[in-house]
């Protein structure tokens, strides 16, 4: 996976006067310089597509943990969304006090903007309900003009969820934080330069993935186990790839599933 470098192309947006003037007269609450100097600190990480990195809709990762705390001190996600016209996400969070402040960053060829800022509690921050669904105690406490409001509020949910999915991953004992390569400065006058980028890898337990995975007489024939949390004996938690079980036994399976 390669870096998608989007705070440096917001940084370089952002140093032209025209965007700053955009920016002040369409989007006025937004608090630019503070947003701007956030993102030059925290610690990047490149997501895939969508900004998934497994898929566990009841987070099960951070379901029982008290409290929700960062890696570190202020992160940026960065991701492309698939199927829609604003492709470029960044989410920038970072630990204040409480809470953690939420912010989506929504980029549309050379043009960035911050669409809105919430926050997350570190303490109850999900509630489950009796229909097995959850909720996520995320509230909105700046807002762009009415006529972003639509984005802003599709946009800043998926902030939330992806900060959230982000943060069940890492609860995994086997999900590692990886340093990508750092791209090399080209020698153009006044090139800004290249920020360092993490992505999160698995370390996939033995017995799992594509080929023979046990089995067991409740289940003779080859299917397919979608990935999950497992809780290991230790209280530690790990993350169980996709796999296909007892491969060849009973005749081929057909039915697909979006791995993930």
């Known amino acids: 996976m390669e870096p998608l470098n989007f705070c440096r192309q917001i940084k370089k947006a952002y140093a032209e006067l025209s965007t700053r003037e955009y920016v002040k007269k369409e989007l006025p609450k937004m608090p630019l310089d503070e947003l701007l100097g956030g993102l030059a600190v925290a610690v990047k990480f490149?997501?895939?597509?969508?900004?998934?990195?497994?898929?566990?809709?009841?987070?099960?990762?951070?379901s029982d943990i008290i409290e929700l705390r960062l890696p570190y001190e202020s992160i940026a996600l960065e991701f492309v969304l698939s199927g829609k016209e604003i492709k470029k996400i960044v989410v920038y969070a970072v630990e204040i006090k409480s809470t953690l402040m939420v912010c989506v960053w929504?980029?549309?060829?050379?043009?960035?903007?911050?669409?809105?800022?919430?926050?997350?509690?570190?303490?109850?921050?999900?509630?489950?309900?009796?229909?097995?669904?959850?909720?996520?105690?995320?509230?909105?406490?700046a807002v762009t003009e009415e006529k972003y409001k639509k984005d802003m509020d599709l946009l800043?949910?998926?902030?939330?969820?992806?900060l959230l999915n982000f943060l069940n991953a890492l609860a995994c004992s086997n999900v590692k934080a990886e340093k990508l390569p750092t791209r090399k400065l080209s020698k153009t006058l006044g090139a800004l330069?290249?920020?360092?980028?993490?992505?999160?890898?698995?370390?996939?337990?033995?017995g799992t993935g594509n080929g023979h995975a046990g089995g067991s007489h409740r289940s003779p024939r080859e299917h397919l186990r979608r990935g999950h949390i497992r809780r290991l004996p230790t209280g530690s938690k790990i993350w169980v790839n996709a796999a296909v079980i007892n491969a060849g036994a009973g005749g081929k399976i057909r039915k697909q599933y979006a791995m993930g």
């Not at 490149?46 to 951070?62: A, H, N, V, Y």
């Not at 920020?195 to 033995?206: F, G, N, S």
């Open 46 to 62: 490149t997501l895939p597509s969508d900004g998934r990195i497994i898929e566990d809709p009841k987070l099960k990762g951070i």
């Open 106 to 141: 929504a980029g549309a060829n050379d043009l960035w903007a911050p669409l809105g800022i919430g926050v997350v509690p570190k303490i109850n921050f999900m509630r489950h309900n009796s229909d097995g669904s959850i909720e996520f105690a995320f509230r909105r406490i």
């Open 156 to 162: 800043t949910g998926c902030a939330a969820d992806t």
């Open 193 to 206: 330069p290249f920020d360092e980028y993490h992505v999160l890898t698995i370390d996939r337990p033995a």
